[in-house]
Each structure stands twice: as structure tokens, then as C-alpha cells.
């Protein structure tokens, strides 16, 4: 069973940082990078940062220049940086990544909260 950990969501006050890991767990599996996307409280989910298929990487507008998005390929890590928070980035925020067993699926974390304060 391959899973999708997430850590590192909390509270913090606007203009603060914090960083999120997205470890994948499991054997004998196959995993495209881990990508990151976010839910606020009545509205959609949103793709917040990802990598494209050469590598580099994409971000919501709204996180340009604040969030940065890394990956350690040895640990099947994901990891988003976010500095300069603010309470518009008051989420639950969720790890994505596409893996391959017998059939390529989409697997979800369990989502973490970020909660941002004025």
C-alpha cells in the first residue's frame, strides 16, 4: 500500500514561514514528483506548486516569489517552503502524486492545516 505522509502544517502569524514534507511510503511502486495543492474553506482546490515533466517547476501566482517547492528524489520527499505567509493562505493544504503499481492511479495525503493569523 503506498501512501503519501504529510507534516509540517500550523499556525503562525502573517509574515512568517513554515515548511511542509511529503514523504511516499510503500514498495515497489513507481512515483511521478509529488505536487502540492491547497483547499480553503469554501472554495476549490487549487494546484499550489508542482514540477513539470522536464523538471522544473510551476506555481500558483498567488505563491510566486513565497513558495518554493523541492524534491529529495533518495527519500521520495516532496517539500514546499512558504515564507512571507499570509492569512490568504489559510488552507488545508495537500500532497498529490501520480504512481504507477499495476496501473498509474492519483494518490492523496491526508491533507495538513495551515492556518495563518493577521
Known amino acids: 500500500q503506498v501512501q503519501l505522509v504529510e507534516s509540517g502544517g500550523g499556525l503562525v502569524q502573517a509574515g512568517e514561514s513554515l515548511r511542509l514534507s511529503c514523504a511516499a511510503s510503500g514498495s515497489g511502486f513507481r512515483i511521478n514528483p509529488q505536487d502540492w495543492f491547497r483547499q480553503a474553506p469554501g472554495k476549490q482546490r487549487e494546484l499550489v506548486a508542482g514540477?513539470?515533466?522536464?523538471?522544473?517547476?510551476n506555481y500558483a501566482d498567488s505563491v510566486k516569489g513565497r513558495f518554493t517547492i523541492s524534491r529529495d528524489n533518495a527519500k521520495n520527499t516532496v517539500y514546499l517552503q512558504m515564507n512571507n505567509l499570509n492569512p490568504e493562505d489559510t488552507a488545508v493544504y495537500y500532497c498529490?502524486?501520480?504512481?504507477?503499481?499495476?496501473?498509474?492511479?492519483?494518490?492523496w495525503g491526508q491533507g495538513t492545516q495551515v492556518t495563518v493569523s493577521s
Open positions: 514540477f513539470t515533466s522536464g523538471g522544473s517547476t
Open positions: 498529490h502524486a501520480r504512481i504507477f503499481t499495476t496501473t498509474w492511479r492519483d494518490v
